[in-house]
């Protein structure tokens, strides 16, 4: 099994701590004027989602989970159940809402999308960061209203509600950054 030490630490990489999968979203190496070097780390569980604060030693290795990332299609939601299907070899697996947490808004039929396995059983999905989506539903913006900024609420085809601008109409398609669920800019696609 591989191993990484804390100088080989960055955003992304995959360790392994107490058995279980995680993810390092944040980290810093740290040389203070008395003492040995560390290296503080925020980590992302790829079972549940939760994060944690971990300080290493300089020098301290663990281990790689060695995480499987495979290409699939979403294709339906069922009573809180996503199912994906390998476009290679037509193999499906479903996933609960709860180990796909908010992405799971963002999720469109016939989506490609990442899954990872661990000990060959799907953890966690990873969707694309930008998508196009039409607006289903939003008030009309208010004639006169041209603050600087100023949003309305709108529900995108999926049934996620983002923040858009006042000129945004129902049938309009924009593009929304799915880590976040911010809108990014009205596209003509569609």
Not at 50 to 66: A, C, H, I, Q, R
Not at 126 to 150: C, F, L, M, Q, W
């Amino acid at each position: 099994m591989a191993t990484f030490e804390t100088s080989n630490f960055r955003k992304g990489l995959k360790i392994l701590r107490d058995g279980v999968p995680y993810v390092i979203t944040d980290f810093q190496h740290v040389k203070p004027g008395k003492g040995n070097q560390f290296t503080r780390t925020r980590l992302r569980n790829l079972m549940t989602g939760t994060t944690l604060e971990v300080t290493f030693k300089s020098g301290e290795t663990v281990e790689d989970p060695e995480i499987e990332d495979r290409s699939m299609q979403f294709l339906y939601e069922e009573t809180g159940v996503f199912h994906f299907m390998d476009q290679k070899n037509y193999e499906q697996v479903e996933l609960q809402k709860e180990s796909i947490g908010d992405p799971s808004a963002f999720l469109l039929p016939e989506m490609s999308c990442d899954i990872m396995f661990w000990k060959g059983r799907p953890i966690n999905v990873e969707i694309p960061s930008h998508v196009v989506y039409k607006i289903a539903h939003t008030e009309p913006g208010v004639r006169g209203d041209t603050a600087t900024n100023v949003t309305k609420a709108a529900t995108i085809e999926t049934g996620a509600v983002v923040q858009v601008p006042l000129f945004i109409n129902v049938g309009d398609t924009v593009k929304v950054d799915t880590r976040t669920g911010e809108y990014l800019e009205r596209t003509s696609i569609g």
